[in-house]
């Protein structure tokens, strides 16, 4: 229960950072300077975006039907296995035949309903993906500015040279993402599969940003740490830049949206973890203190 009350937190603590840092940068997509540059590289990527889908619309739905059918493959047998043993001969019995074909309508219900998510969601990845590319190209760099004005005390100062994340990491791509080996592993796991492969493609969009949001200001510890502790800020952030995306002329303001909302979301945590660092030495001198009085006593 306690497992369950915990996560129920987070999840309702991860949504309301993340829905917090999408309205600032909604509000910091809007000045002039801004608007103009997103919406121009907005059209040009989505035009460009949608060309490469339709044109590549075969290869995209044969990929898209081999993921189905492997998120549907581990529950086939299950689905479509007889409930009881059919009678040897000839005879097979109409309610185990009745079952198993309910069976296959729901398997292909659910795998057909399963593309056609899969299809629309990876247009609207690939849109977001071409967008991740061209912001860097000059309107990172100046959103990033403008919001690291917000958080003085933060930016400042930079960070004395240290490793990477990635050499933080050791090389582990797990650790990296700010994920466990048994999160990848889920890939496996028939029809949970399917749900993590979708919130994949809005999670690792925005989880990318993190070295580009905070890398002047952070050591590569401090991007760990932060890539572990804002995996379902990340994710619901990632969800709101795809539903504005499905929104005709507002989401013209997705690039900068994008670029603000990630900066605010990795500073904010930055700002978070390294108040928590400066209070974690204190804790344990107070907790020291408070154990020699009680022994003095003693």
């Known amino acids: 229960m306690n497992l369950l009350k915990r996560f129920y937190q987070a999840l309702l603590a991860g949504l309301r950072e993340a829905g917090l840092c999408f309205m600032l940068g909604l509000r910091d997509s809007l000045a002039p300077g801004l608007l103009l540059r997103s919406a121009g590289w907005c059209l040009l990527v989505t035009c460009a975006c949608l060309y490469l889908y339709y044109e590549n619309f075969a290869a995209i739905a044969e990929f898209c039907l081999?993921?189905?059918?492997?998120?549907?493959?581990?529950?086939?047998?299950?689905?479509?296995?007889?409930?009881?043993?059919?009678?040897?001969?000839?005879?097979?019995?109409?309610f185990v035949l009745f079952n198993s074909l309910v069976g296959i309508v729901?398997?292909?219900?659910?795998?057909?309903?399963?593309?056609?998510?899969?299809?629309?969601?990876?247009?609207?990845?690939?849109?977001?993906?071409?967008?991740?590319?061209?912001?860097?190209?000059?309107?990172?760099?100046?959103?990033?500015?403008?919001?690291?004005?917000?958080?003085?005390?933060?930016?400042d100062r930079l960070p004395q040279p240290g490793e990477s994340a990635w050499r933080a990491a050791r090389y582990?791509?797990?650790?990296?993402?700010?994920?466990?080996?048994?999160?990848?592993?889920?890939?496996?796991?028939?029809?949970?599969?399917?749900?993590l492969i979708l919130l994949a493609l809005p999670f690792v969009h925005v989880r990318l940003m993190l070295a580009s949001a905070i890398g002047p200001y952070a050591q590569g510890a401090e991007v760990l740490a932060i890539a572990r502790s804002g995996r379902v800020a990340a994710l619901f952030l990632g969800v709101f830049n795809l539903l504005l995306l499905c929104i005709p002329v507002l989401n013209l303001i997705l690039p900068a949206t994008l670029c603000s909302g990630a900066c605010h979301l990795y500073m904010r945590a930055l700002q978070r973890h390294r108040a928590q660092a400066q209070l974690e030495p204190a804790g344990g001198v107070d907790v020291a203190a408070l154990k020699g009085k009680a022994s003095a006593h003693a």
């Open 106 to 155: 729901q398997l292909a219900l659910y795998m057909g309903a399963y593309f056609v998510v899969l299809m629309f969601v990876l247009l609207l990845a690939m849109v977001v993906l071409g967008l991740r590319l061209v912001v860097h190209l000059g309107l990172l760099r100046t959103v990033r500015g403008r919001v690291a004005r917000a958080y003085p005390g933060l930016c």
């Open 172 to 195: 582990d791509p797990a650790k990296w993402l700010g994920l466990s080996w048994w999160t990848l592993l889920s890939l496996f796991i028939p029809v949970y599969n399917g749900l």
């Open 66 to 94: 081999k993921v189905s059918f492997f998120a549907v493959l581990g529950v086939a047998k299950l689905a479509v296995a007889p409930a009881a043993p059919v009678t040897p001969g000839l005879y097979v019995d109409p």
